[in-house]
């Protein structure tokens, strides 16, 4: 063959090739080898690769040749498309559908977010998640109340109490205390939230003192933050809620971060006491006994032993020896004149420190009594100030009162800043001395008279142990009733 008839040749077959390629290039039309052309789907189902997604999912905006009908458009077999709503009652899928199913533009209930609003950090958010409460879960009271209440602010409450029938001042479950009382009555007045009334937590709740079983107060504060609307009419309001053993004599709006415990300065405590427990024979120990001023100023004396810095470790419980806790400082101790209550005559003792330990206060005055009724050895006094381990006697609590919490630090910082008021007692005390007297010295006196209750601490103490083996002498005596007494006022024993 000629090098013209090889040239004419390789151009024919150039020319059908080049046909060929261009038959394969047009988009709209299939070719006669029945290959399917690259910019579209072929018949076996592969997306033509100049439209396939980078996921990998045919574009559903274009029928393939594999019959499938494209979503956008309903197709002759009677199928709706995708986007609309066919009348099958098939949703499409941008609307929420009546089976329930969220549509794929939206997270579904499955917890799979929609494609295209995927947040960064894949969650869906808070504010579209239905929420469902968990099985034996009680449901927020917030979810079920409308009612408005003002502003939350800062105040101090200041109160009074009568413990006789409360376990202390501090909230405890499953007995009855003042500040269960208290929440209740803040509750009642909508000055708390309910809910709020649950966990003191969520009040900032702070006790400027804590008491125990069957002790009183005279003059408490409790900080808290509180819905106040006017608070002349919401003490008003608070007073009606409460038991007539509780008063409110005030609420005070304070400082934002305002605690009446750490403001507290020093307190005040009283501990009313019938002259005979300072009788110094068993004779005259009895309800017709009168103190004379000699036993009076011993007991003062004595009370003295008990003023300045001391280590009071033999006074409190649960503490060990050298623990610096247990240095404390008394700034006075006073013992009034004695005064008449019915039949009986008493005496008052105050004590004025910074702060006390459980049980500090009873102590105190169980070992002066023991002191001047002679029940314990002289040097006993001076050696329970040290880290040897004595027993001292424990008066009864009834009788004992919070007096007065000093807020003087807190006075001093904001009362004359011309924003805040200061926290004291002295426009009070015409209100407060009523309640003292009527709602808790005279149940002190009334529950002494009828109960005995330092008589029957008496006959014990002539039986306690200072030291372990030391036994004081077991001289025992009978609480008397008013005609058990002989002629000349010797307590006589009751028949066993």
């Not at 809910?195 to 400027?208: E, G, P, T, V």
């Not at 004599?249 to 507290?264: E, F, G």
């Not at 419980?317 to 008493?346: A, H, L, V």
Request: with cysteine.
């Amino acid at each position: 063959m000629s090098s013209t008839e090889l040239l004419a040749k390789r151009k024919t077959s150039c020319s059908e090739d080049t046909c060929k390629r261009l038959r394969l290039d047009q988009p709209s039309e299939k070719s006669n080898s029945d290959v399917e052309p690259i910019c579209e789907k072929s018949n076996s189902g592969v997306e033509p690769i100049s439209e396939k997604s980078n996921r990998g999912v045919e574009p559903i905006s274009e029928k393939s040749n594999s019959g499938v009908e494209p979503i956008s458009e309903k197709s002759n077999s009677g199928v709706e498309p995708i986007s609309e709503k066919s009348n099958s009652g098939v949703e499409p899928i941008s609307e929420k559908s009546n089976s329930g199913v969220e549509p794929i533009s939206e997270k579904s209930n499955s917890g799979v977010e929609p494609i295209g609003e995927k947040s960064n950090s894949g969650i869906e958010p808070i504010s579209e998640k239905p929420w469902k409460q968990d099985e034996g879960c009680e449901q927020d009271d917030r979810s079920n109340s409308n009612e408005k209440f003002p502003s939350k602010k800062r105040y101090a409450i200041l109160m009074g109490y009568c413990g006789e029938n409360y376990k202390g001042m501090m909230i405890n479950p499953g007995v009855k205390t003042i500040e269960e009382e208290l929440l209740k009555g803040l509750e009642r007045s909508k000055l708390i939230k309910p809910y709020n009334a649950k966990d003191i937590k969520k009040l900032s709740f702070q006790r400027a003192s804590r008491t125990d079983k069957g002790v009183s107060a005279a003059r408490q504060i409790v900080s808290c933050n509180l819905h106040i609307s006017e608070i002349e009419s919401d003490v008003k309001t608070l007073n009606d809620s409460l038991p007539d053993d509780i008063i409110i004599y005030n609420i005070i709006r304070t400082t934002k971060s305002y605690d009446c415990h750490k403001y507290a300065s020093s307190r005040v405590y009283q501990y009313m006491c019938p002259t005979y427990a300072f009788a110094g024979t068993f004779a005259d120990t009895w309800p017709g006994y009168r103190i004379t001023e000699d036993v009076l100023d011993t007991v003062q004396k004595t009370l003295q032993y008990f003023v300045g810095t001391k280590n009071f470790f033999n006074y409190t419980s649960g503490k060990k020896e050298n623990d610096p806790s247990c240095s404390r400082y008394i700034r006075s101790i006073e013992c009034s004149k004695q005064f008449m209550i019915q039949d009986t005559e008493w005496v008052k003792i105050k004590l004025h420190g910074d702060s006390f330990m459980y049980h500090m206060i009873r102590k105190i005055i169980g070992m002066t009594i023991a002191v001047i009724r002679n029940v314990t050895p002289s040097d006993y006094l001076a050696k329970s100030f040290g880290n040897e381990r004595i027993d001292v006697p424990l008066a009864p609590g009834l009788g004992l009162i919070l007096d007065e919490v000093k807020q003087s630090r807190y006075n001093t910082k904001f009362g004359g800043d011309g924003h805040h008021q200061s926290l004291d007692w002295d426009q009070y005390e015409d209100l407060v001395n009523k309640f003292k007297m009527e709602k808790i010295e005279d149940v002190i006196y009334n529950t002494e008279k009828k109960a005995r209750t330092v008589l029957h601490w008496l006959d014990t103490l002539q039986k306690h142990k200072f030291y372990t083996g030391h036994v004081l002498p077991d001289i025992l005596f009978s609480t008397p009733n008013d005609d058990n007494h002989g002629e000349n006022g010797t307590m006589l024993k009751e028949n066993t």
